[in-house]
């Protein structure tokens, strides 16, 4: 079946710092990808998507590019704030309809 | 669009006692998902139903555990008895298969603990 691998974390930074949390996947096909983020006390968001391979998901200065030579969807961003600070899992979508996460890193922004 | 919306939000009993947890999705949405969220054990899929149909139920943990769709707008999720190992939160997420992406909409969750 399909599977997502993440950076495990937790991963601290400070404010205006860069950010990646890498993820790596296994599926047949070709899956859709996605970030989701949980924020403290509440549900996952969506936070950005790709469909096709070389496809990059952008949202909130936040950005991921689908590469299929290396089954990767890492996000990046580019300079975080205290704001930033949730859980974020990777995901896959195959043909079953169904998601498959990661296991979810936490970030926490230091001021 | 009031997003996907379930309750209660927190849920507090005791050993033995059943539980039904609520669901309703995004109208429109054809996809229901149940989840459950641990420390231990992350985010796992419990089961999901498609245009109010069963079709996968193999993370339902065991026969205490079980759920229905009786129409498009509601889902429950129902544990019978309960025991302090399903302490959790437990979310619903719902999907459009028309978007062909299979993105999915959660819902804020429902924490529950058995004491």
């Known amino acids: 079946g399909d599977s997502v691998t993440q950076m495990e974390g937790p991963v601290t930074l400070s404010e205006e710092a860069f950010l990646t949390i890498n993820c790596t996947y296994t599926a047949t096909g070709y899956p859709s990808l996605f970030w989701y983020v949980q924020y403290p006390g509440e549900g996952l968001q969506l936070l950005l998507k790709a469909t096709k391979a070389d496809d990059k998901g952008s949202n909130k200065g936040f950005e991921a590019t689908y590469r299929k030579e290396t089954t990767s969807f890492h996000l990046e961003k580019g300079s975080v704030q205290v704001s930033d600070s949730a859980v974020y899992f990777c995901?896959?979508?195959?043909?079953?309809?169904?998601?498959?996460f990661g296991k979810g890193t936490l970030l926490t922004v230091n001021p | 669009d009031a997003g996907v919306i379930q309750s209660p939000r927190h849920e507090v009993t005791e050993m033995g006692q059943e539980v039904t947890l609520r669901c309703k999705p995004i109208?429109?949405?054809?996809?229901l998902f149940w989840y459950r969220q641990t420390m231990m054990r992350g985010l796992e899929l419990l089961i999901y139903f498609n245009n109010n149909v069963p079709i996968d139920d193999s993370g339902m943990p065991e026969d205490r555990f079980s759920a229905k769709m009786p129409n498009a707008s509601f889902s429950t999720l129902k544990i019978q008895p309960s025991e302090p190992r399903d302490s959790a939160v437990y979310f619903c997420?719902?999907?459009?298969?028309?978007?062909?992406?299979?993105?999915?909409?959660f819902g804020p969750g429902t924490r529950l603990t058995v004491t």
């Open positions: 997420a719902s999907s459009f298969l028309g978007g062909n992406t299979y993105e999915q909409y």
């Open positions: 109208s429109g949405h054809d996809y």
């Open positions: 995901a896959c979508g195959g043909s079953n309809y169904k998601l498959t």
